[in-house]
């Protein structure tokens, strides 16, 4: 696993494809790797209809604040749903994870881009374990990089907050609307392989991937007060 701070490991035009959420961590996550000398492109997994699209809507805002024109999105809601239905509800969240990264690592390939980052840090949620992480590594070929890997919750909001994107990251994420019951800390690829045959896993990315959009990040965007559960 990968770890990159600012000012360390300076890499010229190397570029990565950034999983934003529309929460406080991936766009830090993405400044810090800005600031080691990679270039950027977002992609954000949608969960309408069952969600609304506030998660779009802040990913886009903090996708421009990052210096982004163009914005990726994966109209992924009824994949969700088929994870949530078909696997047992306790691997849900390491299942969503391999969805994504498998969708963005297929994205990442055709448009040559050599890396995936995400905003993950050690036990930050119930599911951010080593155990967790190092199963869904496994599940995909691309490197991914987590900046924020062993920053704490606070650093984070310093940063954010330093940034100016906490205004539109800050609130709780829709991430969890899908899921039930206690999420797994310690998996096993094993066991993992078996919940992704159960839900036809590499059907649903191959799905997705189909239905992937280019949004501009200069559209006007209104946000809503929403109120949405927390992630696990």
């Known amino acids: ?3 990159l701070k600012s000012g360390q490991n300076k890499t010229k ?3 990565a494809m950034l999983l934003i959420s529309g929460g406080i961590d991936s766009p830090v996550a993405g400044k810090f790797l800005q600031e080691a000398g990679f270039s950027l492109e977002a992609i954000h997994f949608s969960q309408v209809p069952f969600t609304d699209d506030t ?4 990913s886009l805002l903090l996708a421009r604040a990052l210096g982004l024109k163009e914005m990726s999105v994966v109209d992924a809601g009824n994949e969700f749903k088929s994870i949530a239905e078909n696997a047992r509800t306790e691997y849900y969240f390491i299942l969503i994870k391999i ?3 498998r969708c963005a690592e297929k994205i990442a390939h055709e448009r040559k881009i050599e890396f995936i980052a995400t905003g ?3 036990g930050q949620v119930s599911s951010q374990t080593m155990s967790n992480l190092n199963t869904i590594n496994s599940s995909v070929e691309i490197e991914v990089l987590r900046p924020l890997l062993f920053m704490s919750k606070q650093e984070i909001i310093d940063k954010s907050i330093k940034e100016g994107y906490f205004e539109t990251s800050k609130g709780p994420e829709m991430c969890d609307v899908l899921a039930s019951g206690k999420p ?3 998996s096993h690829i094993k066991e993992t392989e078996i919940e992704e045959e159960k839900c036809k896993m590499n059907e649903l990315v191959e799905s997705a991937v189909k239905k ?4 501009n990040t200069a559209k006007e965007v209104v946000l809503e007060n929403t109120r949405v559960n927390a992630c696990k």
Do not use: Y
Request: no cysteine; proline share 4%; glycine share 0%.
């Open 99 to 101: 969805f994504m990264l």
């Open 184 to 186: 797994k800390t310690r």
């Open 120 to 122: 993950e840090s050690l």
């Open 212 to 215: 992937v959009r280019i949004e």
């Open 1 to 3: 696993m990968k770890t």
């Open 55 to 58: 998660p779009e809507k802040k």
């Open 13 to 15: 035009e190397k570029k």
